[in-house]
T-cell receptor, first 115, second 113 residues
Framework: AQSVAQPEDQVNVAEGNPLTVKCTYS??????LFWYVQYPNRGLQFLLK??????LVKGSYGFEAEFNKSQTSFHLKKPSALVSDSALYFC?????????????FGAGTTVTVRA | GAVVSQHPSRVICKSGTSVKIECRSL??????MFWYRQFPKQSLMLMAT?????????EQGVEKDKFLINHASLTLSTLTVTSAHPEDSSFYIC?????????FGPGTRLTVL
């Protein structure tokens, strides 16, 4: 079984400050991990992924995430948030080697960046 | 690359009518597509896995006779909401699988009056 937890429903930061969106996962084996962003009435936009290799993954729009196997976490970070980063963020996991390719999504975290 | 489109982006229909939503992979072939439903400010709920040339696999609790899925080609899957009712109003999102990743469409807002 696979699952994702995003412990914060909302994250509020001031523009220019660091932004962190938390994600922990649970899989039986090794994970594929993803972050997506969703703007109102839009589909999901891919931000970044961890498949294998370096634990620090850099993605779109200045976002990065660090895979931490011991803590089963994959927190999303941005050093300096912009007002335009205000959106709904989803973490997702799929177990490596699973043959149904299904993703499990977290509940989502609403990020608000104030000017 | 890896662009997925959905049509229509928004549809309003009367209760009792059927609505078809198309999901297309524009620049790659997808043997597997997924259909999700999303309620306001909530996560995506997987409805079914659409497999090209075979029957869709539905998640528990999803009525297959109400949500008809057809995946007739490697670039097109359709979701038909039959005899739609107001409780079917939602945001429907599809995705198409390419190797180990899913690429998402822009979503379809269905409103049933």
């Amino acid at each position: 079984a696979q699952s994702v937890a995003q412990p914060e429903d909302q994250v509020n930061v001031a523009e220019g400050n660091p932004l962190t969106v938390k994600c922990t996962y649970s899989v039986s084996g090794n994970p594929y991990l993803f972050w997506y962003v969703q703007y109102p009435n839009r589909g999901l936009q891919f931000l970044l992924k961890y498949i294998t290799g370096d634990n620090l993954v850099k993605g779109s729009y200045g976002f990065e995430a660090e895979f931490n196997k011991s803590q089963t976490s994959f927190h999303l970070k941005k050093p300096s948030a912009l007002v335009s980063d205000s959106a709904l963020y989803f973490c997702a996991v799929r177990e490596m080697g699973s043959n149904d390719y299904k993703l499990s999504f977290g509940a989502g975290t609403t990020v608000t960046v104030r000017a | 690359g890896a662009v997925v489109s959905q049509h229509p982006s928004r549809v309003i229909c009367k209760s009792g009518t059927s609505v078809k939503i198309e999901c297309r992979s524009l620049d790659f072939q997808a043997t597997t597509m997924f259909w999700y439903r999303q309620f306001p400010k909530q996560s995506l709920m997987l409805m079914a896995t659409s497999n090209e040339g075979s029957k869709a696999t539905y998640e528990q609790g999803v009525e297959k006779d109400k949500f008809l899925i057809n995946h007739a080609s490697l670039t097109l899957s359709t979701l038909t909401v039959t005899s739609a009712h107001p409780e079917d109003s939602s945001f429907y999102i599809c995705s198409a699988r390419r190797t180990n990743e899913q690429f998402f469409g822009p979503g379809t807002r269905l409103t049933v009056l």
